[in-house]
C-alpha cells in the first residue's frame, strides 16, 4: 500500500499541470461514502466542487448538510484525502476528525487545509502568512488578502 501512495505521489507532482477539475463520478461516490460512514445514519446532502490542483494536493474539500440534529440545515466544510491506487480504485479518508481524541476537527483547522490546498476560502490571520508560504511551494497562487479574518 505504501509503495502504491509513492507511486502516485510521484506521478501526481512529476505531472506539473495546474488545472482544476470536477470530481468523476467514481471520486463523488468514494468520497460520499466516506463521509456517510462517518456521519453514520444522518441524512446528508452535498456540496461537491471542483478539484482546484489535483497535480499539486491529494486534498478534496467540499460541504454537506445534514438533514437532522442540531446543525440540521447547516452548510458545513469537509476535507478529505484523496488518491487511486495502481489498480484504479479511489482512496479516502478523513481529515474531519480528531484521530487522537474522537473529536471533530476544528473549523479554522479545515479551512487552512483546505485553503492550502488551493481551495479560496477565509483564514484567521494567524494561519494566513503561514498558508501562503504553503501555498507558494506547491505552486499554488497566492490567497488574496481578502479572504484574511480575524
Same mark, same amino acid.
Given at each position: 500500500?505504501?509503495?502504491?501512495?509513492?507511486?502516485?505521489?510521484?506521478? &501526481? $507532482?512529476?505531472?506539473?499541470?495546474?488545472?482544476?477539475?470536477?470530481?468523476? &463520478?467514481?471520486?463523488?461516490?468514494?468520497?460520499?461514502? &466516506?463521509?456517510?460512514?462517518?456521519?453514520? @445514519?444522518?441524512?446528508?446532502?452535498?456540496?461537491?466542487?471542483?478539484?482546484?490542483?489535483?497535480?499539486?494536493?491529494?486534498?478534496?474539500?467540499?460541504?454537506?448538510?445534514?438533514?437532522?440534529?442540531?446543525?440540521?440545515?447547516?452548510?458545513?466544510?469537509?476535507?478529505?484525502? &484523496?488518491? $487511486?491506487?495502481?489498480? @484504479?480504485? $479511489?482512496?479516502?479518508?478523513?481529515?474531519?476528525?480528531?484521530?487522537?481524541?474522537?473529536?471533530?476537527?476544528?473549523?479554522?483547522?479545515?479551512?487552512?487545509?483546505?485553503?492550502?490546498?488551493? =481551495?479560496?476560502?477565509? $483564514?484567521?490571520?494567524?494561519?494566513?502568512?503561514?498558508?501562503?508560504?504553503?501555498?507558494?511551494?506547491?505552486?499554488?497562487?497566492?490567497?488574496?488578502?481578502? =479572504?484574511?479574518?480575524?
Amino acid at each position: 500500500m505504501k509503495r502504491a501512495l509513492f507511486f502516485l505521489l510521484t506521478a &501526481m $507532482v512529476s505531472s506539473g499541470t495546474l488545472q482544476a477539475r470536477p470530481l468523476n &463520478m467514481d471520486e463523488q461516490q468514494a468520497v460520499e461514502k &466516506m463521509i456517510q460512514a462517518e456521519r453514520a @445514519g444522518q441524512k446528508i446532502s452535498f456540496i461537491h466542487q471542483d478539484f482546484p490542483y489535483p497535480e499539486q494536493s491529494f486534498t478534496y474539500c467540499g460541504y454537506l448538510i445534514t438533514q437532522q440534529g442540531r446543525d440540521a440545515g447547516v452548510k458545513q466544510l469537509f476535507a478529505t484525502f &484523496m488518491g $487511486v491506487d495502481q489498480q @484504479g480504485d $479511489v482512496l479516502t479518508a478523513s481529515f474531519n476528525t480528531d484521530g487522537a481524541t474522537g473529536e471533530p476537527t476544528d473549523a479554522n483547522k479545515l479551512a487552512f487545509l483546505c485553503a492550502s490546498a488551493g =481551495y479560496d476560502l477565509p $483564514v484567521k490571520a494567524i494561519y494566513f502568512d503561514g498558508l501562503n508560504q504553503t501555498r507558494e511551494k506547491s505552486g499554488i497562487p497566492l490567497l488574496d488578502k481578502r =479572504y484574511r479574518v480575524n
